[in-house]
């Protein structure tokens, strides 16, 4: 596609529902991240993959998040049992090795945990 | 702790004016610099990559790096009412594809006409 694609573009969760996020990158893209935001603050790295391999989940906060990328295309963020605190804007980004490490972001899913 | 650190404002310059915005970054090591805009409720823009010591101009847009005092700024001239929003200073550690950017909180820009 010409963008990279976030859905659901809102997400309303009770405390303790499971949550799963989608991110569709930039066609070609092989690198692909995720970052949480919170409000008033700046994006902070979750996961990342190359292709369907994922090589740094050091950001993510909890073994209730879990990410996924099984065709190295789409990609699922997972949050189990979700709690007020993963109340944030979820962001995907994509990138290409030969483009200066530019990464490109999509609009981001807005989860609020009630 | 690697950390990027902006001045989170709010800057307010007339319109016409020229808006600087400022950050500096913890890590010697780091490769490449990016400059996001992002308005309120939308996802970050870039607006400005620098991997070298110096000045980047693009149109109205000016990066300047300095890796010796470990500091890149955004300079924004002739500035406008649509450029108010908040920017987000970025840095990548090692230069690598692959790499996660490390953000600072970011500079809330407000210009008024």
């Known amino acids: 596609g010409a963008g990279v694609s976030q859905s659901p573009r809102y997400k309303v969760a009770k405390r303790g529902q499971d949550v799963a996020l989608r991110c569709d990158p930039i066609?070609?893209?092989?690198?692909l991240f995720w970052y949480q935001q919170a409000l008033g603050q700046g994006p902070e790295f979750l996961t990342y993959?190359?292709?369907?391999?994922?090589?740094?989940k050091s950001g993510l906060p909890s073994d209730r998040f879990f990410a996924e990328r099984p065709e190295g295309s789409v990609s699922t963020l997972k949050i189990q049992r979700t709690q007020q605190e993963d109340s944030a804007v979820y962001l995907c980004?994509?990138?290409?090795?030969?483009?200066?490490?530019?990464?490109?972001f999509g609009a981001g899913t807005r989860l609020s945990v009630l | 702790q690697k950390e990027v650190e902006q001045n989170s404002g709010p800057l307010s310059v007339p319109e016409g004016a020229i808006a600087s915005l400022n950050c500096t970054y913890s890590?010697?090591?780091?490769?490449?610099f990016f400059w996001y805009r992002q308005y309120s409720g939308k996802s970050p823009e870039l607006i400005m990559s620098?991997?070298?010591?110096g000045d980047k101009e693009d149109g109205r847009f000016t990066a300047q790096l300095n890796k010796a005092s470990q500091y890149v700024s955004l300079l924004i001239r002739d500035s406008q009412p649509s450029d108010s929003a908040t920017y987000l200073c970025?840095?990548?550690?090692?230069?690598?594809?692959?790499?996660?950017?490390?953000f600072g909180k970011g500079t809330t820009l407000s210009v008024s006409s």
């Open positions: 980004a994509s990138s290409t090795p030969t483009g200066g490490n530019i990464q490109y």
């Open positions: 066609s070609g893209h092989v690198s």
């Open positions: 993959f190359q292709n369907e391999a994922q090589l740094d």
């Open positions: 890590d010697r090591g780091s490769q490449s």
């Open positions: 620098i991997y070298s010591n």
């Open positions: 970025a840095v990548n550690m090692r230069g690598q594809a692959g790499t996660a950017l490390i």
